[in-house]
T-cell receptor, first 113, second 111 residues
């Protein structure tokens, strides 16, 4: 089945220790998104790639970076995680910029100790 | 003012009840209106989307948009315990850079 896969599902890291979350998709969609979702809050868009074109949201901290080496994979790098970065990180894809048809992965829950 | 407001609930109903979930939004430029369902510890799943005002039905689910009031609703008929989840509304201006989620309404359907 075509899908969006995120690894790992649960990640524990130490304060200040870099961490990388990964996302892969078999949908062959052009656009990939990273969201941060904290408990009882709406998902917050961090950035997205339209093909290789990177689009950063204005209020995304510099601590968050992303890489998309090919169509199928996208990575979220948190350079120096703080306690406030503990959250669920959601990857999503859409065929094009019609983002009303986003397909989400199961998410990676990040804990910062 | 937030772009989209949603009552967080929680909402608890008996099995078989009709559920009404609602959101309001602030900017008339928004054109697409979506409802996502999110089970605990899972990613959101698109249920329905509508364009402009009117109703859209899919099985037990009906999405309704009233652009004059900037009000969107999701109705669930004959609710089932498997409908227990958080429901997120989302709005999109179709410009590629204005897309917002509501905070979600937690729904529990009691058998």
């Amino acid at each position: 089945d075509a899908m969006v896969i995120q690894n790992p599902r649960y990640q524990v890291t130490q304060f200040g220790k870099p961490v990388t979350l990964s996302c892969s998709q078999t949908l062959n969609h052009n656009v990939m998104y990273w969201y941060q979702q904290k408990s009882s809050q709406a998902p917050k868009l961090l950035f997205h790639y339209y093909d290789k074109d990177f689009n950063n949201e204005a209020d995304t901290p510099d601590n968050f970076q992303s890489r998309r080496p090919n169509t199928s994979f996208c990575f979220l790098d948190i350079r120096s995680p703080g306690l406030g970065d503990a959250a669920m990180y959601l990857c999503a894809t859409s065929r094009d910029r019609q983002i009303y048809e986003q397909y989400f992965g199961p998410g990676t829950r990040l804990t910062v100790t | 003012q937030k772009e989209v407001e949603q009552d967080p609930g929680p909402l608890s109903v008996p099995e078989g009840a009709i559920v009404s979930l609602n959101c309001t939004y602030s900017n008339s430029a928004f054109q697409y209106f979506m409802w996502y369902r999110q089970y605990s510890r899972k990613g959101p799943e698109l249920l329905m989307y509508t364009y402009s005002s009117g109703n859209k039905e899919d099985g037990r689910f009906t999405a309704q948009v009233d652009k004059s009031s900037k009000y969107i609703s999701l109705f669930i008929r004959d609710s089932q315990p498997s409908d227990s989840a958080t429901y997120l509304c989302a709005i999109d201006s179709n410009t590629g850079n204005q897309f917002y989620f509501g905070t979600g309404t937690s729904l529990t359907v009691i058998p």
